[in-house]
């Protein structure tokens, strides 16, 4: 029922691409230190039922319950045919291109993250984990890709949560990406809806937003040592997403359709009829045309770490009980939240977490 309204579009497709957020394992141990996402593995089945045929394991949560959550959703996947990419028992597996042929055109999909967690996640020699992006090493295998395939896909999980526009360095990054070959690019992370940009006959979708994604209660450790527990709501913002269907002619991109998605009350995806989602898209991609946009970008991030970061450091806090609290761990903390906002707003990073 989740996606009741929706599958007809993955099942009239050639090829349904998206992004797994989470492992799919009955149980386990979560890794230490981070919420933490998991689903069972039934979903490989419902995944497939519905018409997606291809899944990245290449983000920030695959690894959240280690090998077992990773070799688990490995299985699931094999055992319905959900083909997948991004991850695996060492950094050779873990980059490896899939190539997929549809209706005689020869695809390859690369997946790689970006996104920087503490936890063990990334593969490396004698290690499993997900495909690490190394700019040389992504592009060096776009350009192998290019000379295998007839359209190459890169799946990426890239930017920064909750930010509506990409940084100056993913566009570039995306414009190299292009001349090494890429036909496509499928950004995901920020859990909002971003732009869509063509470089040449190529796509860039920055981030699509939340497809599926529910609200759920998580507990935690904070900085104090003080056990809590969270509940994440999803406003607005981050119920919307979308449908992109490419149609190719002549091996090449010809056109996309956009069709906007919404997650209501009950977790499910539904088309959204009242296109505010198509409105957004439609915003967001013109705003990337801006010749100012890289200033554009700059005080936009500033006001988004203030309301991200640095303001829920100070709101409700300045009451008399409150200040006969304060030690100098609190300081510690909120001179680190602005050295890392700042340089998140400089580009020098894109993740709050490193």
């Not at 056109?255 to 998605?261: A, E, L, R």
């Amino acid at each position: 029922d989740i996606f009741g309204q929706v599958t007809s579009l993955f099942q009239s497709a050639d090829l349904a691409i998206a992004n797994l957020e989470s492992p799919l394992v009955e149980n386990g141990v979560p890794v230490f230190g981070k919420c933490t996402l998991r689903g069972t593995t039934n979903w490989a089945k419902v995944l497939k039922n519905a018409g997606i045929g291809f899944v990245s394991l290449a983000n920030n949560h695959m690894m959240d319950y280690g090998l077992g959550g990773l070799q688990s959703t490995i299985r699931a996947c094999e055992e319905v045919g959900l083909f997948y990419a991004g991850a695996g028992m060492d950094v050779h597996e873990a980059c490896q291109p899939i190539y997929i042929t549809v209706n005689g055109t020869r695809i390859a999909i690369l997946c790689r993250t970006s996104v920087i967690v503490s936890s063990p996640c990334y593969a490396s020699n004698d290690s499993p984990g997900v495909a690490f992006l190394q700019e040389k090493e992504t592009i060096d295998a776009i350009s192998t890709c290019k000379k295998r395939a007839d359209f190459v896909i890169v799946c990426i999980h890239w930017g920064i949560e909750d930010y509506l526009y990409p940084s100056k360095e993913q566009r570039q990054l995306a414009h190299q990406f292009v001349e090494a070959g890429a036909n496509l690019i499928i950004g995901h992370h920020p859990h909002v809806l971003q732009g869509i940009e063509r470089i040449g006959k190529a796509f860039v979708l920055y981030s699509l937003g939340n497809f599926v994604f529910d609200e759920f209660e998580w507990s935690f450790i904070n900085e104090d040592g003080v056990p809590q527990t969270s509940m994440s709501i999803l406003p607005e913002i981050n119920r919307r997403s979308g449908i992109v269907q490419l149609t190719l002619v002549d091996r090449q991109t010809s056109h996309y359709d956009f069709h906007p998605t919404l997650i209501d009350s009950d977790g499910k995806v539904i088309l959204d009829e009242n296109e505010a989602g198509g409105k957004t898209i439609h915003r967001l991609s013109s705003r990337l045309r801006w010749p100012l946009y890289n200033q554009l970008w700059l005080a936009y991030s500033l006001k988004q770490e203030w309301l991200l970061r640095i303001n829920p450091l100070f709101a409700g806090k300045f009451t008399l009980e409150k200040m006969k609290k304060l030690r100098f761990a609190h300081v510690k903390q909120f001179i680190k939240k602005l050295i890392q906002s700042g340089r998140i707003s400089l580009g020098k990073t894109t993740s709050p977490y490193d």
